[in-house]
């Protein structure tokens, strides 16, 4: 059994604690918040465990693998601290808020070799993910419209005047860096890097973007990105093949996949697990328990070509967070 600790109290690390335990391949030791209450709370709701309020107490307990689900703001650094320990890391999306705070990561594991380090990109380890990435093996592409853009049930809140974590600048929120990740990874998963990149965002008054689109240039054809917190979409996702076309919900869901071609209409779908987090705990246990630096290495290198996108797009629309450097 792994040593689990969490970072962050909220209803995500609820879910990853719960895909955990049914893997059976964890248990849940330390849980750290800056608020011994919550802490308490949390454990309550899900296994008995040590609370923390010191990050370094926490880091010191018997935890082997850290889960970090704090702010945006807060990854990379808490991260660095986990590697620092010899802890291996789950880090909730997105790693990092700035392609720079890669570098820290890389020279922490330099001196830490022992350590891996996994982005909660949960969608990778859906089924339905691959049998896209086994159909583009055989098939040309000709272009894709990938989107995710659900109202946010903190929206509400920011119109009232207030100031969640999700739509403030100060920890890193907006569409791109909360949904738009999803969309990133799936394009560089299963298309590569682009030539080219730029992002068109509607900006909210706090600084950071609503929703917006993204295009994608790789020579031969485009891919568009739809992502928005402000809005409900019920638009179909689609890779194209020139007359076929492969039909799904969003890469961030995957609740239908289909092939559509002139003849037929085909049902790719494939079972996943009720808790959408269940088949990426397992992946990662898998690989920490079997040292499995391969699948790491794999893993790591998309990380930071998606995040070396990421930041392409956040370059190319403005959007500035407090914690950029400088």
Known sequence: MLKLGIIGTNWISRQFVEAA???????????????????????????????YTSMAAFLASDCEVVYIASPNSLHAQQAAAAIQADKHVLVEKPLV???????????????????????????????NFQVVADYLKTHQVTGAS????????????????????????QFAGGALMDLGIYLVYAAVAWFGMPQKAVYLPQMLASGVDGDGVAQLDYGAFDVVLRMGKTSNS??????????????????????????????????????HAANPMAEEA?????????????????????????????????????????????
Do not use: C
Not at 32 to 47: L, V
Not at 115 to 124: G, I, K, P
Not at 250 to 271: C, I, M, N
């Open 282 to 326: 397992a992946y990662f246990a898998q690989a920490l328990r079997h040292n499995n630096r391969a699948a790491f290495s794999q893993q790591w290198a998309l990380a930071q070509n998606v995040h070396a996108l990421m930041g392409e797009l956040r370059q190319s629309a403005g959007i500035h967070f407090d914690d950029d450097p400088e």
């Open 234 to 271: 019920t638009a179909q996702s689609e890779v194209y093949f020139g007359p076929d076309t492969i039909a799904f919900d969003s890469p961030g869901e995957f609740t239908a996949l289909r092939l559509q071609t002139p003849k037929q209409s085909t049902d790719l779908w494939q079972y």
């Open 21 to 51: 335990a049914a893997s059976g391949q964890y248990q849940l030791t330390a849980v750290y918040s800056r608020r011994e209450a919550t802490a308490q709370a949390f454990i309550a709701k899900t296994q008995p465990a040590a609370a």
């Open 97 to 127: 808020t700035h392609p720079q705070q890669l570098q820290v990561l890389n020279d922490a594991l330099a001196k830490h070799p022992q350590v891996m380090v996994f982005e909660a990109a949960r969608h990778l380890y859906d089924p």
């Open 146 to 169: 990938l989107g995710y853009m659900k109202y946010s049930s903190r929206y509400d809140a920011y119109l009232a005047g207030k100031q969640p974590n999700i739509f403030s600048p």
